[in-house]
């Protein structure tokens, strides 16, 4: 059972994250027209003038990159757990339309909130399936192709394919609402990275001074925090001065700069932004 564990709880959160993304587009983007990103946001666009199912067409629109992936994406783990997201995903979208509890035409008409809204909720969806190592199809699977096989960056990818339909969106729905659009491609990346990462941030310190020990002790005996000291050499004038390294929280930070300045007010200090911190005094370092 442990051996499995792992990997039913990644495909949970896949199909927990698909079920998440799929409530932030028919909660508040396609009530409110505006275009997500990738095959959703194509979709999106087809069925304004057909009335064809965004599911059934998103899961189509993936099929060819399917394909693709299997062949050039890392074969049959990457394939399982894309085609997992896009039908779990697919499967949701249209399903939640028939529920009768689910209010199809949303639960407000202003734009401000849908499109914050839906990037929040979107977001939190993607952060999931990619927490679970999976992709949601779409533009995820072309950036990586074009990564590989031409050497573009994933990020220009993500660029120009959701620029591209948000374009397209412009043209079809309202040029406010695609200008909308692009406010929720950006907030919904920052949850993203926020779901995957944690909204834990950490400080790294770096501290060069003559006095390293009298600090660290302080650091060690005040702050409880644990302490490193590095062997550096000065560029200029190569002498050796040791470096000190730390990792603290955010409401720790005036703390240790009170101690550096009271043991050593010529100390040169470097605060750092780190996303996570895994090990003794933060979260368990876990698989």
Not at 108 to 113: A, E, I
Request: net charge positive; hydrophobic share 50%.
């Amino acid at each position: 059972m442990k051996r499995f564990w792992p990997t039913f709880r990644d495909y949970a959160l896949i199909v927990a994250g698909s079920l998440v993304q799929a409530i932030g587009l028919r909660l508040f983007l396609v009530p409110a027209e505006l275009a997500s990103g990738g095959i959703s946001g194509i979709a999106q666009l087809i069925h304004h003038y057909t009335a064809w199912p965004i599911g059934l067409m998103v899961f189509i629109g993936n099929v060819p990159l399917f394909i693709l992936g299997w062949r050039l994406l890392g074969g049959r783990r990457f394939v399982l757990r894309t085609i997992t997201a896009v039908a779990a995903y697919s499967l949701f979208v249209d399903l939640l339309v028939v529920l009768p509890f689910f209010p199809a035409n949303g639960i407000t008409s202003d734009l401000v909130l849908n499109s914050l809204y839906g990037a929040v909720v979107s977001g939190i969806g993607y952060g999931l399936v990619y927490r679970a190592q999976g992709t949601s199809g779409g533009s995820d699977i072309l950036a990586r192709i074009l990564n590989r096989w031409r050497g573009v960056p994933m990020t220009q990818s993500y660029l120009i394919t959701d620029t591209l339909v948000i374009l397209a969106a412009g043209f079809v729905f309202s040029w406010s609402k695609a200008l909308y659009a692009l406010i929720t491609l950006y907030v919904s990346g920052l949850v993203v990275d926020t779901t995957m990462e944690g909204a834990g941030t950490v400080r790294t310190a770096m501290i060069v001074s003559d006095h390293c020990e009298e600090v660290s002790r302080r650091i060690l005996g005040e702050m409880e925090r644990g302490a490193t000291i590095l062997e550096g050499t000065g560029a200029y004038t190569g002498e050796r001065r040791p470096v000190l390294y730390c990792v603290i929280s955010r409401s720790e930070v005036q703390q240790l700069k009170t101690i550096v300045h009271e043991a050593d007010p010529c100390a040169f200090m470097v605060i750092g932004v780190a996303h996570e911190a895994l090990g003794e005094g933060f979260q368990p370092l876990k698989k």
